[in-house]
């Protein structure tokens, strides 16, 4: 892939890195929604087992949750972000350390040096996020969950 074309994947992989965060501290749905692919082997792993996601029905069940008015996403950091994107340049994979933050109905929540990765791939020319999984280091004290 010419090293232009890498540059602007690169470009819009780290957007919809951040936004597939950022949308909540709007609810902007559609951005939500155009970010992750709708598929039925989509998947997320969580830092905790009761919160794994199996197929895009599932995930969007979730947004009951976060749509919520009581709900409001304070802000997040994404740090440490490698973004690899293979040879044919139809898939791309990364890793990050996330911090999020918010409250549900005035009790905080959030999560702090989570480790993502995930993998990307290029569909009708955008790149949309077809699996990903947040852990903790199982050598730091346990951090506050969502």
């Not at 709708?38 to 197929?55: C, E, L, M, N, Q």
């Not at 955008?126 to 346990?142: F, G, L, T, V, Y």
Request: with cysteine; net charge negative.
């Amino acid at each position: 892939m010419p090293n232009s074309d890498e540059t602007n994947h690169e470009r819009e992989i780290t957007k919809i890195v951040h936004d597939s965060f950022g949308w909540a501290l709007t609810k902007d749905r559609a951005l939500f929604e155009g970010i992750f692919a709708k598929d039925d082997d989509f998947f997320t792993f969580y830092p905790d087992s009761r919160s794994t996601v199996a197929g895009w029905k599932q995930f969007e069940t979730y947004l009951d949750r976060w749509m919520d008015p009581r709900n409001k996403a304070k802000g997040f950091d994404i740090r440490d972000l490698r973004i690899v994107i293979s040879k044919t340049g139809e898939a791309a994979w990364f890793s990050a350390i996330v911090d999020d933050e918010g409250e549900f109905d005035g009790e905080p929540w959030g999560i702090k040096d989570v480790r993502w990765t995930g993998v990307l791939e290029r569909r009708g020319g955008s790149w949309k996020i077809c699996q990903q999984h947040m852990s903790e280091a199982n050598d730091r004290s346990p951090q506050l969950r969502l």
